[in-house]
């Protein structure tokens, strides 16, 4: 994206080009005064934005990168076009991620294995779709058919069915699915004590959930070399309380300890539109439940 930036500060209108990048917007307050309009040349150009653009420059022009704006072009596009499809909202942490995103006011498409949810579901103006995560032509007829998905969000794990988990096969049917609808982004839920972060747990409750997190690892290293931007989240221990809004992101694989599961959906929204999140393997805690190492680096999504 190219932001040109008109001024009132000359008779002529003088103009500067800012390209894309992190360039503090200071600079532009401090080259040219108050900005008299605002042109954008991105492909997705519409009035909506543009106005939001230009309001939210002239009230916040001291702080925000171009990085930033970029964020926020995408969540303008996103509540007003494509999905975002939801895999595992029927309890724990995907059905807070699915509070959050209508929150949002996001557009939400849900798989659902079972119709329990479904009224719960519906009533918050989420689209159910019915589908096990096993089985792929539901999961490509949910994902590949009415409408577009910006971007797919998998919790899905737990108890096996007929003895097969849905940790593995079933995140590996959503994201080929994912690539095949050429999604912006897959964002998935997995567990501290998954790959590398496996020294960050205390060998009883590794012997307990040694099964599932192979299974854990392995879908993540099947996202990371699928060819899909993506998000993995580690969520360490889980309580289901209300938010503290003490969660916190690290790319430190040591880090360890419990955290809200309202908590973990905060985390999720916030890296759904973050290019810093693409790519990112990341535990998530409460910075005030932690056990163990306790100094780290937090990661920012700004």
Same mark, same amino acid.
């Given at each position: 994206?190219?932001?040109?930036?008109?001024?009132?500060? *000359?008779?002529?209108?003088? !103009?500067?080009?800012? +390209?894309? @990048? #992190?360039? =503090?917007?200071?600079?532009?307050?401090?080259?040219?005064?108050?900005?008299?309009?605002?042109?954008?040349?991105?492909?997705?150009?519409?009035?909506?934005?543009?106005?939001?653009?230009?309001?939210?420059?002239?009230?916040?022009?001291?702080?925000?990168?171009?990085?930033?704006?970029?964020?926020?072009?995408?969540?303008?596009?996103?509540?007003?076009?494509?999905?975002?499809?939801?895999?595992?909202?029927?309890?724990?942490?995907?059905?807070?991620?699915?509070?959050?995103?209508?929150?949002?006011?996001?557009?939400?498409?849900?798989?659902?294995?079972?119709?329990?949810?479904?009224?719960?579901?519906?009533?918050?103006?989420?689209?159910?779709?019915?589908?096990?995560?096993?089985? *792929?032509?539901?999961?490509? !007829?949910?994902?590949? +058919?009415? @409408? #577009?998905? =910006?971007?797919?969000?998998?919790?899905?794990?737990?108890?096996?069915?007929?003895?097969?988990?849905?940790?593995?096969?079933?995140?590996?049917?959503?994201?080929?699915?994912?690539?095949?609808?050429?999604?912006?982004?897959?964002?998935?839920?997995?567990?501290?004590?998954?790959?590398?972060?496996?020294?960050?747990?205390?060998?009883?409750?590794?012997?307990?959930?040694?099964?599932?997190?192979?299974?854990?690892?392995?879908?993540?290293?099947?996202?990371?070399?699928?060819?899909?931007?993506?998000?993995?989240?580690?969520?360490?221990?889980?309580?289901?309380?209300?938010?503290?809004?003490?969660?916190?992101?690290?790319?430190?694989?040591?880090?360890?300890?419990?955290?809200?599961?309202?908590?973990?959906?905060?985390?999720?929204?916030?890296?759904?539109? #973050?290019?810093?999140?693409?790519?990112?393997?990341?535990?998530?805690?409460?910075?005030?439940?932690?056990?163990?190492?306790?100094?780290?680096?937090?990661?920012?999504?700004?």
């Amino acid at each position: 994206m190219d932001l040109i930036y008109q001024s009132k500060s *000359t008779s002529n209108l003088s !103009r500067i080009l800012i +390209t894309s @990048g #992190s360039q =503090e917007l200071k600079q532009i307050k401090s080259t040219l005064g108050s900005p008299l309009r605002l042109q954008t040349t991105f492909k997705t150009t519409s009035f909506p934005i543009c106005l939001f653009l230009l309001n939210y420059f002239q009230k916040s022009i001291m702080y925000y990168s171009i990085t930033h704006i970029h964020q926020k072009i995408k969540e303008v596009n996103m509540t007003d076009a494509s999905y975002i499809f939801l895999a595992g909202a029927s309890r724990g942490v995907g059905k807070e991620i699915a509070k959050c995103l209508r929150q949002q006011n996001y557009k939400v498409k849900a798989l659902l294995r079972q119709e329990d949810s479904r009224p719960e579901l519906e009533a918050m103006g989420i689209e159910v779709v019915m589908g096990d995560a096993l089985d *792929t032509v539901s999961v490509e !007829r949910a994902i590949l +058919t009415n @409408g #577009s998905i =910006e971007a797919v969000i998998s919790t899905i794990g737990g108890l096996p069915k007929d003895g097969q988990r849905a940790d593995y096969l079933g995140n590996k049917n959503l994201i080929d699915a994912a690539f095949k609808a050429k999604v912006n982004k897959f964002i998935l839920i997995s567990s501290i004590g998954s790959g590398e972060s496996v020294v960050a747990l205390p060998p009883p409750a590794l012997e307990t959930l040694k099964p599932v997190l192979i299974e854990k690892e392995q879908a993540e290293k099947y996202l990371i070399a699928s060819g899909l931007t993506y998000t993995i989240i580690r969520p360490g221990g889980l309580k289901s309380e209300p938010a503290t809004g003490n969660g916190i992101l690290t790319e430190d694989y040591k880090v360890a300890g419990t955290i809200h599961r309202a908590d973990v959906a905060e985390l999720v929204c916030k890296c759904l539109f #973050s290019d810093a999140a693409n790519n990112k393997v990341l535990s998530a805690v409460d910075r005030g439940m932690m056990y163990g190492k306790t100094e780290f680096e937090e990661f920012s999504l700004i």
